[in-house]
């Protein structure tokens, strides 16, 4: 079941009643459960199922709002690994890129982006509307303003009936724009302008993405077809993915990174205990990702997928983590740390498509793969001259795609649909996002100049250092 399908049903009901007991002192909370059953059993039927279409409401609402959150902190998670990654005169205006993003895609989803996803579009259609600004339904604001219990009744009869209320489902659909505009912003590290790169954030939040959730999620044509992509190893990941490397390919190659014989200049992390706290703070909002795409918490089957979902996501993403570790050697030459750190990125993002299977090793080998992509990835990536400076194309563009087709392999996809998905999306989204930075860079421009990258760009675009004690030494090999 994918993020975007509205699978939460109203009227199911109170399914059970839960006790607290405690150290022995069972007795107060034992009586007060037995009074609270015998008024459910006095309460006529339609007080009884409205009982439960309230909690599931709120459950559900509820829901969104919390795994929502886990999933923004992500954001945090991409900042630590991405300021860590690169060079320390170029970390501030890493974390101003981060912080930036996240505001730009919650504008421009809410100005238009979300009705482009999900507003008035047609089954098997392209997009939705295209009306600005997204918010509370009319049937919310009669109950915020409600005088008086019983209007208050009689607004809720209709806000119930749609199982959540309309903002939580917006910011839980907002946090995942900010993650695919988050992976752009590792790959082009250190080379593009700050503005030039919110341009291209302001477009891909606001039309790109919202494109493609249309035809997916929103219940376009992909969705039509029948493709299956539960939280968005492609919608997301790939997605991002395919932005990133156009960009890679329009603004080029770090100055120095490969040298004219042919080697590759070696780029390692700044502060590597800054990229493993990002990485381990990205795995834990994967489990909002994942798990708060059930989009229901309202009984006994949403809690067991919920748990098997959270299950698969962790042993994907520690597989991954073991075979980067283990490939590494013999790919890179050494034990690679970014490599192994990756690795739990690409089992992650690997599990994405199809993190709700009940065969739990599936989600060993999907996440195994998906680590040894990276390794692979990284080292295609350097034999091609395209410099990504966090390992952001392998970890979310290649192993969104193999994810994508492991869904037809453990997750009952069709491997054909799967393909023209994975296909049509690449294409809409890499020629797209290729436009873009190309018309940018023809205007405004979307390198900085060669004094900034030799200066740092938090010097020469912020005048603010991230580590101002440091002292700067020249670097021997350019």
Not at 119 to 147: K, P, R
Not at 200 to 213: E, K, M, Q, R, S
Not at 421 to 441: E, N, Q, T, Y
């Amino acid at each position: 079941m994918s993020n975007g399908a509205r699978r939460i049903e109203s009227g199911r009901g109170l399914s059970r009643i839960s006790t607290w007991a405690g150290h022995g002192r069972i007795a107060l909370p034992a009586a007060i459960s037995v009074a609270v059953c015998a008024l459910l059993l006095l309460l006529p039927d339609r007080a009884l199922a409205a009982v439960g279409e309230e909690t599931q409401f709120v459950l559900n609402s509820f829901s969104f709002l919390i795994w929502g959150a886990l999933v923004m902190w992500m954001c945090a998670g991409f900042t630590m690994l991405e300021s860590g990654s690169v060079r320390t005169k170029n970390a501030s205006v890493i974390c101003l890129k981060n912080i930036g993003l996240y505001s730009i895609a919650g504008l421009m989803f809410y100005l238009i982006g979300y009705n482009i996803m999900y507003v008035g579009v047609d089954e098997g259609g392209w997009f939705g509307t295209l009306t600005l600004f997204y918010g509370t339904t009319g049937e919310e604001v009669e109950l915020l303003n409600a005088a008086d219990d019983a209007a208050k009744a009689a607004a809720a009869g209709a806000v119930l009936g749609n199982g959540y209320s309309t903002m939580s489902d917006w910011f839980f659909q907002m946090v995942f724009v900010a993650t695919t505009a988050s992976i752009v912003s590792g790959t082009l590290a250190e080379r593009v302008k700050l503005w030039s790169f919110l341009l291209f954030i302001t477009v891909l939040t606001a039309i790109i993405y919202p494109v493609i959730g249309s035809w997916t999620w929103g219940g376009g044509w992909l969705s039509a077809m029948g493709f299956q992509d539960f939280a968005g190893s492609t919608i997301v990941h790939s997605t991002g993915g395919w932005a990133a490397l156009a960009g890679a390919l329009v603004v080029g190659a770090r100055k120095g990174k490969f040298r004219a014989d042919g080697s590759v200049k070696s780029t390692p992390p700044s502060n590597v205990p800054a990229v493993t706290l990002g990485v381990f703070i990205l795995w834990l909002g994967w489990f909002g990702f994942n798990g708060g795409s059930q989009l229901a918490l309202s009984g006994a089957v949403d809690a067991v997928a919920i748990s098997n979902i959270l299950a698969n996501t962790n042993l994907a993403a520690a597989a991954g983590v073991l075979a980067a570790m283990a490939l590494s050697r013999p790919v890179l030459g050494r034990v690679d740390l970014l490599a192994s750190l990756n690795g739990a990125i690409g089992g992650l993002v690997a599990i994405t498509a199809g993190p709700d299977i009940v065969e739990h090793y599936w989600a060993v080998v999907i996440g195994g793969v998906g680590g040894a992509i990276i390794v692979l990835g990284m080292k295609l990536l350097d034999r091609l001259k395209i410099d990504d400076v966090v390992g952001a194309v392998p970890a979310h563009l290649f192993a969104g795609i193999w994810g994508t087709i492991a869904a037809s392999i453990a997750a009952g996809a069709d491997l054909g649909v799967q393909i023209v998905g994975i296909l049509a999306i690449g294409a809409f989204v890499f020629v797209a996002s290729w436009v873009v930075w190309w018309l940018i860079d023809k205007t405004v421009g979307a390198r900085i100049t060669p004094i900034t990258e030799e200066l740092g760009q938090d010097v020469a675009e912020l005048g603010i250092e991230a580590y101002p004690e440091f002292v700067v030494v020249p670097d021997m090999d350019d």
